[in-house]
């Protein structure tokens, strides 16, 4: 199974409507791949909090119709990282953070809303409603599971997911550079605590004054890196074995162990 992560940069002196024609480009080069990864909120940036209400757009708009084609054009199944999702609520609207998945026909496969929002008491955190369900997604070779940027932090939503059957958790996301080593540490530990590969990618550059953490990682369900991007726009191209994951729970069945758990959120696949 082939992966591709395309580490994006969001210069705030290229328009929304350019970057998604640029992304669009991008994704089409991939052709061979099996699924392509796209960070959090790579149309306008996770931190141009300003745009957040301007941009706003529901699942079918306009950065899915550019997507859809350019998935269904490389016949590649496309997380498309997230967007700011607007939904009518009688006469005001809630945005919330929205990851859209795309088959190679094109069709919107499924959709998850972040769940953990990041910044306290301002931000995405008193801008955006948080989502309430655990998402995985079937692809024919293996099921992932959807995650966004922040919920790294939260280990029960990951083993939430592999609970649902997840053996690939994808991870978008729009991380600072200042605390990068805060990303690679937590990628790996996911990984290892849940015998899983993780698909961790993050946008480059800097926007809204927040220089981007890049370094995009691919980990396998052992802890180990297998490819991690430098700082700058960069796809990183990975083969996956999706039956190494059953191997590695097998030969070191931890999973079987847990004694503790907790009330996981719905799960919808």
Same mark, same amino acid.
């Given at each position: ?18 970057? +998604? ?10 052709? #061979? $791949?099996?699924?392509? =990864?796209? /960070?959090?909120? @790579? *149309? ?108 790294? +932090? ?10 649902? #059957? $997840?053996?690939?958790? =994808?991870? /978008?996301?729009? @991380? *600072? ?93």
């Amino acid at each position: 199974m082939r992966a591709s992560l395309l580490q994006i940069a969001v210069d705030p002196d290229e328009s929304v409507e350019s970057r +998604r024609r640029r992304v669009a480009a991008l994704v089409r080069e991939q052709r #061979g $791949a099996d699924l392509v =990864v796209l /960070p959090e909120l @790579w *149309p306008m940036g996770a931190f141009a909090y300003e745009l957040f209400a301007v941009e706003a757009e529901t699942p079918d708009g306009p950065t899915f119709g550019a997507m859809s084609a350019a998935a269904r054009d490389a016949g590649v199944w496309l997380h498309a990282g997230s967007i700011v999702e607007r939904v009518r609520d009688g006469g005001s609207d809630r945005l919330f953070n929205t990851s859209l998945v795309i088959s190679p026909a094109g069709e919107l496969v499924r959709t998850y809303r972040k769940i953990h929002r990041f910044g306290f008491d301002k931000g995405e955190a008193t801008l955006m409603d948080a989502g309430a369900e655990l998402v995985t997604v079937a692809l024919p070779d293996t099921t992932i599971g959807l995650a966004t940027c922040y919920d790294l +932090r939260f280990p029960e939503l990951f083993r939430g997911l592999v609970d649902a #059957g $997840a053996q690939v958790l =994808v991870v /978008p996301a729009g @991380w *600072p550079a200042r605390r990068r080593a805060h990303w690679s540490l937590l990628a790996r530990a996911r990984a290892v605590e849940n015998q899983s590969y993780v698909l961790a990618c993050g946008t480059a550059g800097t926007h809204a004054g927040v220089e981007q953490a890049g370094h995009s990682v691919v980990v396998d369900p052992w802890g180990e890196v297998l490819a991690e991007a430098g700082d700058g726009e960069e796809v990183l191209t990975v083969e996956l074995d999706p039956a190494r994951v059953a191997v590695t729970r097998e030969q070191f069945p931890a999973l079987k162990d847990r004694r503790l758990g907790l009330a996981a959120p719905p799960v919808r696949d």
